[in-house]
């Protein structure tokens, strides 16, 4: 999987010398530059020589020292998305880290496959999407998918530039990982129905496409689709997204019990769908289970 983008500059920020140079290569063959250091104090030195596109940390749970760093980046005007990592973090701090301006939480050990998706949608839009006309009171969209995943990125892309004039910088990684996740869980676990347990089993023993296929060409799924619909609300200066997918739905409320419960989300299902929900607070379900729906302030 390479990412198709201009150059792109990684700092990469992690005690252990093994996963540095693990993820770096990783990183390299997804298309990007790499520059490591052990704490976050050589961090903040590398920070003198060079600005980062994207930033990825241990949160240093020990001292905290990965929580500093955030705050040193956006105290010195680095918009830069922000990725923590951890191991054994508890949830106050993972949470405390997405207050201080965290973008995106990987748990370790860090699979490649996650890996590549948060780095695909944390990284900066190119283009600018066309300036809305003065005064615009309201617009609409609405988009039909097809169940295949290799073109959630691409339609998140589209979407979010779409919307870029009108989006703050600072909310549009948000937005892109919001619906990134959105549309992943409508197909896979959605219209496919393919459980988290079968997932994770499926990545692990590198079969997860032949598992795609497989539900695709079933009569039962294959013309399921998932609806995305996009409006803005000129009044309330808001815009409003509604994904929805053609499946049986789940037990949403079941996984925002386990809102508080952050380190049975951190290493089980739910955990982006949670993490999109502190990036964006209003985001609800329907009764069923297959209509999410967010809005974004303006």
């Not at 052990?38 to 590398?46: G, I, L, R």
């Not at 749970?61 to 929580?67: N, Q, R």
């Not at 922000?82 to 939480?105: E, N, Q």
Request: charged share 25%; proline share 6%; glycine share 6%.
């Amino acid at each position: 999987m390479k990412i198709a983008h201009s150059p792109c500059t990684v700092l990469l920020v992690d005690p252990s010398p093994d996963l540095r140079a693990g993820l770096a290569r990783d990183a390299e063959q997804l298309g990007l530059t790499v520059i490591t250091a052990s704490d976050p104090s050589e961090a903040v030195v590398s920070l003198e020589r060079v600005a980062p596109d994207i930033v990825i940390t241990d949160l240093f749970p020990s001292d905290e020292a990965g929580l500093t760093l955030i705050q040193t980046l956006r105290s010195r005007g680095r918009r830069c998305p922000v990725i923590v990592t951890s191991t054994d973090a508890s949830g106050p701090m993972v949470a405390k880290a997405f207050r201080l301006g965290a973008t995106d939480y990987l748990q370790k050990p860090i699979m490649m496959e996650e890996f590549a998706q948060v780095l695909a949608r944390v990284r900066p839009v190119e283009e600018q999407g066309i300036a809305p006309p003065l005064p615009l009171l309201e617009f609409e969209q609405r988009l039909v998918l097809a169940n295949d995943i290799a073109y959630v990125e691409e339609t998140v892309l589209w979407l979010t530039q779409m919307v870029a004039r009108m989006v703050p910088e600072a909310v549009q990684v948000g937005l892109r990982g919001a619906l990134q996740e959105l549309l992943l869980n409508a197909i896979e676990h959605g219209n496919l129905e393919i459980s988290s347990e079968e997932k994770k089993q499926a990545v692990a023993e590198g079969c997860y496409d032949a598992l795609l296929n497989e539900r695709e060409a079933r009569p039962v799924f294959r013309d399921r689709r998932v609806i995305v619909e996009v409006s803005y609300e000129g009044q309330a200066r808001r815009l409003r997204y509604r994904i929805i997918d053609q499946g049986k739905g789940f037990d949403w409320q079941a996984v925002w019990s386990r809102q508080l419960q952050w380190m049975n989300m951190t290493k089980g299902s739910g955990r982006g769908l949670l993490l999109t929900k502190a990036l964006f607070p209003d985001l609800s379900y329907n009764e069923r289970g297959n209509e999410a729906t967010f809005t974004v302030p303006l």
